[in-house]
């Protein structure tokens, strides 16, 4: 399990296609990743395969991870958002975020809002699939970020960013059109499986 609050962000060194499949090589100065831990990168939970301390660890990506994610068209040189599995005894500053990526969305609107220091307002397409879980003020994982939906239409849904988020994660790098990963409140989920 995840809390959404992004530790680091990572650069992929390698991508590399085989007939087993895909397999990611992303640098990162963590220093404590061992064989089969799990990991969040961008938002997808995935495991661990090699790691050598404060240079990089390597990452398979099943069919399914592809399937869901933007992954397929993900290049060398592209960063992507870091967070390390919730220890038990850890801080829960985010919500639950499990990293099983419920769909992709695009970027539709970057706006910043008060300034040049001030915070940015994104908005990003809203799939059909997932539209009826996102609710205004409701919690929401955009690319591993644990963020609050500011306010939802038919067709986008728009997230405010505070500066430490924008400098820390990814959107800084990102512009209107590129992919996202959605996961939403699991929740949510739960409750709509019960009733």
Known sequence: MFTGIVETTGEVRAVEDTDDGRRLRIGTDFEDLEHGQSISVSGACLTVEESVDREWFSVFLAEETIDRTFFDVIDEGDSVNLERAMPADGR???HIVQGHVDATATIEGIEQVGGDDGDWRFTFSLPAD???YVVEKGSITVDGIS?????RTDDDFAVAIIPTTY????LSAKSVGDPVHLEVDVVAK???QLC
């Open 92 to 94: 829960f500053d985010g």
């Open 147 to 151: 963020l609050t939906v500011a306010d």
């Open 130 to 132: 997932v539209e009826r």
């Open 167 to 170: 400098d820390v994660t990814t």
């Open 190 to 192: 739960y409750i709509e």
